[in-house]
Nanobody, 124 residues
């Protein structure tokens, strides 16, 4: 069983940066593909970014490409989401997720393990 705990969310101004962290425990983190998803009030959960087990492959939603960077430190069992040039529309609860099989999925249904989320609020 894998446990995921997100941190780093807070209230920021538009244009500022934040780095979210996801601490992975319970299994070797390098066995898992990791993703970040977000959900804004009244909206469905949406894909933000994903990274392969070794970290050599990354995918991003078009809405964050060029502004967000996903990375991982398998030695520290942590995945990061660096968010720059934040916009009010980035306001959401951000979730870290994991699954064990090959490939790097953008589909939330591929992910077996989820954290409880961390709130990011961007004011204009």
């Amino acid at each position: 069983q894998v446990q995921l705990v997100e941190s780093g969310g807070e209230l920021v101004q538009a244009g500022e940066s934040l780095r979210l962290s996801c601490a992975i425990s319970g299994r070797t983190s390098s066995s898992y593909v990791m993703g970040w998803f977000r959900q804004a009030p009244g909206k469905e959960r949406e894909f933000v970014a994903a990274i392969s087990r070794s970290g050599d492959i990354t995918y991003y939603a078009d809405s964050v490409k060029g502004r967000f960077t996903i990375s991982r430190d398998n030695a520290e069992n942590t995945v990061y989401l660096q968010m720059n040039s934040l916009k009010p529309e980035d306001t959401a609860v951000y979730y870290c997720a994991a699954y064990r099989f090959a490939g790097v999925s953008r589909d939330y249904r591929s992910y077996d393990y989820w954290g409880r989320g961390t709130q990011v609020t961007v004011s204009s």
